[in-house]
């Protein structure tokens, strides 16, 4: 079992930046993807940004790349979603998970997550 909580939401102008972080509590983080999802109201979860389990590696979402940076800290059981040149449409509630399956390369979609946490607001106004 892996808990996880998140925090560092808030709301930001648009343009500003924000640094979401994500503490890990359980099994051993450094065996599971991990990603951040995001959903806005009336809309599906969507898939944000991933990195895998081992290494550095990561993929994100089109609409995020160059403005959005996922990063971990195996040592301190965390992993980072630093925002910047945020946009109205960014607003969402983000949320952390972990993939136990990491014979993928990337984890990409909510059903290939097996932990989650309960999600923190993001509101970019315009």
């Known amino acids: 079992q892996v808990q996880l909580v998140e925090s560092g939401g808030g709301l930001v102008q648009a343009g500003g930046s924000l640094r979401l972080s994500c503490a890990a509590s359980g099994r051993t983080f450094s065996n599971y993807h991990m990603g951040w999802f995001r959903q806005a109201p009336g809309k599906e979860r969507e898939f944000v940004a991933t990195i895998r389990w081992i290494g550095t590696r990561t993929y994100y979402q089109d609409s995020v790349k160059g403005r959005f940076t996922i990063s971990r800290d195996n040592a301190k059981n965390m992993v980072y979603l630093q925002m910047n040149s945020l946009k109205p449409e960014d607003t969402a509630v983000y949320y952390c998970?972990?993939?136990?399956?990491?014979?993928?390369?990337?984890?990409?979609?909510?059903?290939?997550?097996?932990?989650w946490g309960q999600g923190t607001q993001v509101t970019v106004s315009s």
């Open positions: 998970a972990a993939s136990r399956d990491s014979s993928r390369t990337y984890c990409v979609v909510p059903s290939e997550y097996d932990y």
